[in-house]
Nanobody, 122 residues
Framework: QVQLVESGGGLVQAGDSLRLSCTAS????????IGWFRQAPGKEREFVAA??????YYADSVKGRFTTSRDNAKNTMYLQMNSLKPEDTAVYYC?????????????????WGQGTQVTVSS
């Protein structure tokens, strides 16, 4: 059974940093797509970042502030979030694809974590 477990969310002030972690068990995603999405209250789930082998992808709203990376030995992915803004407040989800398809579309992801709350106060 594949599981993705996230950690690292919390309450911070604008301008602060957080690092989210997502550890996979049940299979390796060494050569697959791993992504981060977020969902704020009353809004649709939106793409944040993804990594596919050595390539990374970011939403325009987080480009230059967020960095995603992976440690294949630990089967863990990270989302480093710097210069956080109140509009970054959301539940953040990590997700993984069984294959390699469009990294931006949440429906293309097969496995999801439980989500972790990130709240940024002004």
């Amino acid at each position: 059974q594949v599981q993705l477990v996230e950690s690292g969310g919390g309450l911070v002030q604008a301008g602060d940093s957080l690092r989210l972690s997502c550890t996979a068990s049940g299979r390796s995603f060494r050569n697959g797509v791993i992504g981060w999405f977020r969902q704020a209250p009353g809004k649709e789930r939106e793409f944040v970042a993804a990594i596919n082998r050595g390539s990374t992808y970011y939403a325009d709203s987080v480009k230059g502030r967020f960095t995603t990376s992976r440690d294949n030995a630990k089967n863990t992915m990270y989302l480093q979030m710097n210069s956080l803004k109140p509009e970054d407040t959301a539940v953040y989800y990590c997700a993984a694809q069984a294959g390699v398809t469009n990294v931006y579309v949440y429906a293309r992801y097969d496995y999801w974590g439980q989500g972790t709350q990130v709240t940024v106060s002004s």
